[in-house]
T-cell receptor, first 115, second 117 residues
Framework: GENVEQHPSTLSVQEGDSAVIKCTYS??????FPWYKQELGKRPQLIID?????GEKKDQRIAVTLNKTAKHFSLHITETQPEDSAVYFC??????????????FGTGTRLLVSP | GAVVSQHPSWVICKSGTSVKIECRSL??????MFWYRQFPKQSLMLMAT?????????EQGVEKDKFLINHASLTLSTLTVTSAHPEDSSFYIC?????????????FGQGTRLTVV
């Protein structure tokens, strides 16, 4: 089955710096890659996603890049702010026989942005 | 975005008892819902895929007789933890995707924190 690895597990940056989180996946047929932000005790919230027919997507301070050949994708946060502090999860949607595909999550990155 | 509501938000139960968790899609229909378990400081681990009108599909290592899933309508799936033990204490989260669409955003319930004493 699909296996998603995520690095680093923790990331500390100063306010205003950039943060990069990287994920790799194993199933070359995976075609949807969302990123979620989860604050303590709360539900995951989608922050950006990318489909396999696109190499890069940007939404204000957040961008995601996808390299299908290498099977890895990355989250880039620029001009980080203390409120960006949270746990971030990448996910991939592996091949399935039905139209409804499950999400396989990475192990998570705890981002701490210091003022 | 679409709303998924999960109930209860937290529950404390005695060892050996059963607990039912509900997951509802409030403003859309969901043929399929997913149940995840999350231990402290860990990732979301998929437990099972809940299919409306048919049996759930369980991930490897998840006991189907212990974690009973029922998806009786297009807006409701339930997870029952039977004969709960302290090791079942965890954060359980459901999610759903909009019907008849693939590769769309998955919406999550607010989660249920289960503590078995």
């Amino acid at each position: 089955g699909e296996n998603v690895e995520q690095h680093p597990s923790t990331l500390s940056v100063q306010e205003g710096d950039s943060a990069v989180i990287k994920c790799t996946y194993s199933d070359s047929a995976s075609n949807y890659f969302p990123w979620y932000k989860q604050e303590l005790g709360k539900r995951p919230q989608l922050i950006i996603d990318i489909r396999s027919n696109v190499g890069e997507k940007k939404d204000q301070r957040i961008a995601v890049t996808l390299n299908k050949t290498a099977k890895h994708f990355s989250l880039h946060i620029t001009e980080t702010q203390p409120e960006d502090s949270a746990v971030y999860f990448c996910a991939a949607t592996p091949r399935a026989n039905t139209g409804f595909q499950k999400l396989v999550f990475g192990t998570g990155t705890r981002l701490l942005v210091s003022p | 975005g679409a709303v998924v509501s999960q109930h209860p938000s937290w529950v404390i139960c005695k060892s050996g008892t059963s607990v039912k968790i509900e997951c509802r899609s409030l403003d859309f229909q969901a043929t399929t819902m997913f149940w995840y378990r999350q231990f402290p400081k860990q990732s979301l681990m998929l437990m099972a895929t809940s299919n409306e009108g048919s049996k759930a599909t369980y991930e490897q290592g998840v006991e189907k007789d212990k974690f009973l899933i029922n998806h009786a309508s297009l807006t409701l799936s339930t997870l029952t933890v039977t004969s709960a033990h302290p090791e079942d204490s965890s954060f359980y989260i459901c999610s759903a995707r909009v019907i008849s669409a693939i590769n769309t955003e998955a919406f999550f319930g607010q989660g249920t924190r289960l503590t078995v004493v």
